[in-house]
């Protein structure tokens, strides 16, 4: 089994500390590497992420 898989269905979503409703940001494809890595701007007020689609050779 693989512990992080590649070309799945991820989603961003914003999750408040204090609780509440979780808000999606955004759904895209992706996997290994997508969201799963340290991705935050030194001053934590951006972050970056990897979308992407499948094209037949």
């Known amino acids: 089994m693989k512990e992080h898989p590649e070309n799945k269905d ?3 979503r914003l999750m408040p500390a204090g ?3 979780i808000q999606v940001l955004a ?3 992706g996997g290994q590497g ?3 890595v340290p ?3 030194p001053d934590s007020r951006k972050l970056a992420f990897v979308s992407y689609r499948l094209v037949n050779p």
């Open 10 to 12: 991820v989603m961003l």
């Open 34 to 36: 997508t969201l799963n």
């Open 39 to 41: 991705s935050w701007s």
């Open 27 to 29: 759904k895209l494809f």
């Open 19 to 21: 609780g509440g409703e």
